[in-house]
């Protein structure tokens, strides 16, 4: 026992030496998936951004495998027996003979290394690259050798098919080419293609070639002797391939398929849009998305499941926080219930799932801000649907939503701030006097409302929005990032000119940089006695009265853009410029130590030697952990006044239990016997 008592000294030092940030296990946007292929039990995922994924467990969970190559953005993915080819966009072509262990690249006799398509036919390996037509490999990649005779000078290849010595190839303004000796020669074979100068992805499937065009499917059954309209008009169709005589088209509105050889098409799934890949295993169909990543089907179809434990990092502009909900923007949205653990894609109901600026929660209300035009969008049951909002006149870039007693504010890039007073059904325009469109941030308390602008610094209105103001004085900076209020002040970010808070409603404003190692401020936000300040490098703390900044970015990287902030009573969260979103407790910020918040806490037997009961006063659900000396979650759970936790697996020692609750956290410890 006496040994455990000496190190009691020492537990909150271990505690706060070990507190950093951690990444949250997601979520994992899965990115553009241009290339599957499947060898065995392995399966391969080329995506536009972060190189090749492998899954040896049918999907489950994935890791990257880019050993050796130099580019990651994979624009196609083939099998040829146990190697795996990949095109990229301006390195061109890799292969690894090790099931994605290393790479090497293989480019030898390509005069063009910005590759567009590989096809596979036997020991032949076809690639088309745009600018120098079409190559040929009959060495495993070892050599190429191009295959342009008669074919237009400088083609862009935007499609490949063969079928034992045919070779299709479709040229971005020139149509469909084909030559019946392996390349050798090429003839135009456009008769019946009403679009051809746009055809793209092609497949064969027995007589029959298929091409997807802007004006649909085309077909022919004479080795493009004539083309017919097949289906699939007005649709955007990224791919066509073939699976044991069914033809399957992948589209922006989901999945098609024809068991008549293009007679019918059947649309078999409309949850995984945007469709650019597809892979055949037996019954199970792998998909890929040019937006949401990898999805699997067991049933030929007809259920799909997103698979992207692990593919991709996200790029988090937005959180919001409604109660046990965490909600991200990126492209579209994402929900955690359980502290970021685990994550579900949220995009039900939205037009396009584009990229989400801007989230805030009101009640039961949570609202979405779109870029590009798409609006604004709220949901009223934690994400399950979506409905458009009233439209907002020459919408632009939604960058920042704020609520203020039931009245919503949105600032809109180009296009001023607008206020809605019946949750979204209708909006009214506000620059009314000297306020810039050009908003970037908004701040709202009682009927003051603070606009930043960029060029033009900060506009008040302290009458909702009828009337504005320019408040700068003191402003050395008027390229405006972000405004908090803080206690009885307004704090506003500044484009590398750090920052600055006014007393008295922005009429003067004060400069407050000390401690700031960097003064590009990217977002605000406000936890109880604290604000904290993102940056182009880290994160940055500011206590009530304080005048110093203190950077608390352990565990983060040097250089980590810092898009957002949001908390709750338990941990801070930051969305991290294409590096996911990360959190860190907010006993972080003020030491561990043992305090006596008015909950009152019973912990026995103490020492224990199995179970230990905990005993709260509190009425809600609370979370309780247990970390070991060293800093590790040994056990964590839901309570809501008693329980009673096995510890015999526990190995014997000091052990700290962190309880969270509206009021603090209360932090306690037990031995272990």
Not at 58 to 81: A, F, K, P, Q, R
Not at 199 to 211: K, L, P, R
Not at 335 to 343: C, E, I, R
Not at 541 to 558: C, E, I, R
């Amino acid at each position: 026992m006496k040994k455990y008592i000496l190190l009691l000294a020492a537990i909150f030092t271990i505690s706060i030496a070990n507190a950093q940030w951690q990444q949250c296990n997601g979520p994992y946007p899965g990115g553009s998936i241009y290339g599957i292929g499947i060898i065995g039990n392995n399966i391969f995922a080329g995506t536009f951004q972060y190189g090749v994924y492998l899954s040896t467990d049918n999907g489950n969970s994935w890791h990257t495998v880019n050993n050796g190559l130099t580019e990651y953005t994979v624009i196609s993915l083939v099998t040829m027996g146990n190697n795996i080819f990949v095109a990229t966009r301006d390195s061109g072509i890799f292969l690894s003979t090790n099931y994605g262990n290393n790479w090497t690249a293989v480019n030898t006799g390509l005069t063009n290394t910005n590759i567009t398509s590989l096809v596979v036919s036997g020991t032949k390996i076809y690639a088309g690259t745009s600018g120098d037509g079409v190559f040929l490999s009959t060495n495993n990649g070892n050599n190429w050798t191009a295959l342009n005779n008669d074919l237009p000078t400088g083609i862009i290849v935007t499609g490949l098919a063969v079928n034992g010595n045919n070779v299709f190839v479709g040229a971005q303004n020139y149509g469909i080419y084909l030559s019946t000796n392996n390349g050798s020669n090429w003839t135009a074979v456009n008769t019946g293609l009403t679009d051809s100068l746009f055809t793209s992805s092609m497949t064969i499937c027995g007589n029959h070639i298929f091409v997807a065009s802007p004006e649909g499917v085309f077909m022919s059954s004479n080795n493009g002797g004539n083309w017919t309209l097949s289906g699939l008009t007005n649709n955007s169709i990224y791919l066509l391939t073939n699976n044991e005589n069914n033809i399957y088209a992948g589209t922006q509105e989901g999945i098609y398929i024809s068991t008549d050889n293009g007679n019918t098409w059947t649309l078999i799934e409309s949850s995984v849009q945007y469709v650019i890949s597809l892979a055949f295993d037996g019954d199970k169909i792998f998909a890929g998305s040019e937006i949401n990543g990898i999805f699997l089907s067991t049933d030929n179809g007809i259920n799909w499941v997103e698979m992207n434990n692990g593919i991709g990092i996200t790029n988090i502009r937005a959180i919001a926080i409604n109660g046990n909900n965490i909600f991200t923007g990126s492209y579209g949205v994402y929900l955690t219930s359980d502290y970021g653990n685990s994550w579900s894609l949220v995009n039900n109901g939205f037009l396009i799932p584009g990229q989400v600026l801007s989230l805030v929660s009101n009640g039961n209300y949570v609202f979405a801000g779109f870029c590009c035009g798409y609006g604004i969008y709220y949901t009223t049951n934690n994400g399950a649907n979506w409905t458009s909002t009233g439209t907002i006149s020459g919408l632009n870039n939604v960058v920042t939503l704020k609520i203020n007693e039931n009245k919503i504010f949105a600032g809109v890039d180009e296009g001023g701030v607008y206020l809605s007073n019946d949750n979204g059904i209708s909006w009214i325009y506000l620059n009314i006097g000297v306020l810039n469109n050009d908003v970037t941030s908004l701040a709202v308390r009682d009927s003051n409302i603070f606009a930043g602008t960029w060029y033009e610094g900060v506009h008040l209105s302290t009458n909702n929005g009828l009337n504005w103001m320019t408040v700068n004085q003191g402003l050395a900076n008027s390229n405006i990032t972000a405004l908090e209020f803080f206690e009885n002040k307004i704090y506003v970010g500044t484009c590398y000119g750090g920052m600055y808070y006014s007393t008295n409603n922005g009429v003067n404003w004060t400069a407050i940089n000390s401690g700031l190692t960097n003064i590009n401020i990217t977002s605000l936000a406000v936890n109880g006695d604290k604000i904290f300040a993102g940056t182009i490098d880290g994160i940055f703390m500011l206590k009530n009265n304080d005048s110093v900044w203190v950077k608390v970015s352990d565990g983060l990287a040097s250089g980590s853009i810092i898009n957002c902030i949001a908390s709750d009573n338990i941990y801070v969260y930051i969305g991290i410029k294409s590096n996911g979103i990360w959190k860190r407790s907010l006993s972080d910020f003020v030491g561990i130590k043992e305090n006596n918040i008015t909950n009152n806490i019973s912990i026995y037997p103490n020492p224990t030697t199995d179970n230990l009961t905990i005993e709260t006063n509190a009425n809600t659900q609370q979370k309780l952990e247990i970390l070991n000396l060293i800093g590790q979650t040994v056990y964590s759970n839901i309570i809501n006044k008693k329980t009673t936790i096995n510890t015999s697996a526990f190995v014997n020692g000091v052990y700290i239990i962190k309880l969270y609750t509206d009021k603090g956290t209360v932090v306690r410890k037990f031995v272990k016997e």
